[in-house]
């Protein structure tokens, strides 16, 4: 279930679990909350592949 919690910002339990996890496609990246092609995710913060977006 999403939630808008206080306008933009959207709460989501896989995104919550995910985020500050280890990247499984390159080594040393964390994936941080941002938005990936219009659509809310986890992404790599050094190799920018996505580890859960949400249509």
């Known amino acids: 279930m999403q939630q808008s919690v206080g306008g933009d910002a959207v709460v989501h ?3 919550d ?3 500050g996890a280890d990247c499984s496609f390159c080594d040393g990246g964390t994936l ?3 938005e ?3 659509k809310n995710a986890v992404v790599c913060e050094s ?3 996505p580890g859960v977006q949400l249509w």
Request: glycine share 6%; hydrophobic share 35%; charged share 35%.
């Open 36 to 38: 990936y092609k219009g």
């Open 17 to 19: 679990a995910l985020e």
């Open 13 to 15: 339990p896989v995104i």
């Open 32 to 34: 941080v909350r941002e």
């Open 47 to 49: 190799c920018d592949t």
